[in-house]
């Protein structure tokens, strides 16, 4: 820029120039690019599942409850210790269910867990782990090695 008289000087004048001519790229690629961009920004908001509701958690507590006491009931028979036991347990199973509310689960952890008969068919399922149904496979676990070790005196 010229100090005396305010005009652009030969080189202020090209640059000033050339900028413009390359911007409409820049723009023209910006759009397109975040249209490609959002479906990967929106997966990844979205997941691959649903969202835990209340709902859930109550059908979800019961079947834990009905599969725990299925597979107490048919591998301590004899003992008779295992009896009732699964439904003591249902409203602790609501419970932490219910702290994970509004969090995704995948729907193929969903179908495995609904299918099960028993807790010995959890291991196929391959649960995430810190999941609701990760809980709940490690508490039926645990339960059967506390029915072993009281149906074993």
């Not at 952890?109 to 490690?138: H, I, M, S």
Request: proline share 4%; charged share 30%; hydrophobic share 40%.
């Amino acid at each position: 820029m010229s100090l005396i008289d305010g005009s652009l000087s030969e080189p202020d004048r090209l640059r000033s120039d050339a900028e413009p001519s390359s911007r409409p790229h820049a723009r023209a690629f910006a759009l397109p690019a975040a249209l490609l961009l959002a479906p990967i920004f929106l997966l990844g908001l979205v997941g691959c599942g649903r969202r835990i509701t209340k709902d859930d958690c109550g059908k979800w507590a019961d079947l834990a409850g009905k599969i725990t006491q299925a597979t107490l009931s048919k591998e301590f028979k004899g003992c008779g210790a295992a009896q009732n036991v699964g439904k003591h347990g249902v409203e602790l199973k609501q419970l932490q269910c219910e702290h994970q509310v509004g969090k995704t689960v995948d729907e193929k952890e969903v179908q495995c867990f609904l299918d099960a008969k028993t807790a010995d068919d959890f291991p196929a399922c391959n649960f995430k782990a810190g999941g609701y149904f990760a809980l709940v496979r490690d508490e039926a676990d645990g339960e059967k090695k506390a029915f072993a070790d009281l149906c074993s005196k």
